[in-house]
Antibody
Framework: QVQLVESGGGVVQPGRSLRLSCAAYGFTFRSSLMHWVRQAPGKGLEWITVISGDGNSIHYADSVKGRFTISRDNSRNILNLQMNSLRAEDTALYFC???????????WGRGTMVTVSS | EIVLTQSPDTLSLSPGERATLSCRASQSVSGNYLAWYKQKPGQAPRLLIYRASSRATGIPDRVSGSGSGTDFTLTINRLEPEDFAVYYCQQYGSPWRFGQGTKVEIK
């Protein structure tokens, strides 16, 4: 069964770090672009970062550039998001999503909640 | 930077009616790489349409997408209870952007 499962969310103080993970099941992980998308409470979807299948091409939204780092381990089918210098405005539900080949984001995880608060 | 503007913000309709949602881009969407998603409360988004008009797997044919360039439309015929949700358009394929969403609510 094709599935994505996020983990690593929690409550963290402003300025601290957190690392999210997304485990992939049921498909050839290395063949897909993978994204992180977040959703602040009661708000819309915000795309934040993408990584190519081989990990050599990465892009970030301006809102997280220089603070967040996306990576992947194709041997373990894991996608990661290292979040540093966290701010209150980073509080959101973080989703990972699969992007198979210019056909939209066809598989999403259920999300992991990150709350940045003192 | 492309901005996607969805209208209306809220659409109040009755079951059985037709919903017409609009997504306008500030610049032409390259390759018509425009997708639509549906999101119900407490759930992840679900892909409905990609490449402006191609239905994703499992999406019924009463859901359709159209448009090109800067103007795109999602049409849902014969609204069913499960259709009442928030819908997002998205440009994908670099850059990636979402519209602000349209809520389809029961009238």
């Amino acid at each position: 069964q094709v599935q994505l499962v996020e983990s690593g969310g929690g409550v963290v103080q402003p300025g601290r770090s957190l690392r999210l993970s997304c485990a992939a099941y049921g498909f050839t992980f290395r063949s897909s672009l993978m994204h992180w998308v977040r959703q602040a409470p009661g708000k819309g979807l915000e795309w934040i970062t993408v990584i190519s299948g081989d990990g050599n091409s990465i892009h970030y939204a301006d809102s997280v550039k220089g603070r967040f780092t996306i990576s992947r381990d194709n041997s373990r089918n894991i996608l990661n998001l290292q979040m540093n210098s966290l701010r209150a405005e980073d509080t959101a539900l973080y989703f990972c999503a699969r992007d198979p080949n210019l056909e939209g984001f066809d598989v999403w995880g259920r999300g992991t909640m990150v709350t940045v608060s003192s | 930077e492309i901005v996607l503007t969805q209208s209306p913000d809220t659409l109040s309709l009755s079951p059985g009616e037709r919903a017409t949602l609009s997504c306008r881009a500030s610049q032409s969407v390259s390759g018509n790489y425009l997708a639509w998603y549906k999101q119900k409360p407490g759930q992840a988004p679900r892909l409905l349409i990609y490449r402006a008009s191609s239905r994703a797997t499992g999406i019924p044919d009463r859901v359709s997408g159209s448009g090109s360039g800067t103007d795109f439309t999602l049409t849902i015929n014969r609204l069913e209870p499960e259709d009442f949700a928030v819908y997002y358009c998205q440009q994908y394929g670099s850059p990636w952007r979402f519209g602000q969403g349209t809520k389809v609510e029961i009238k």
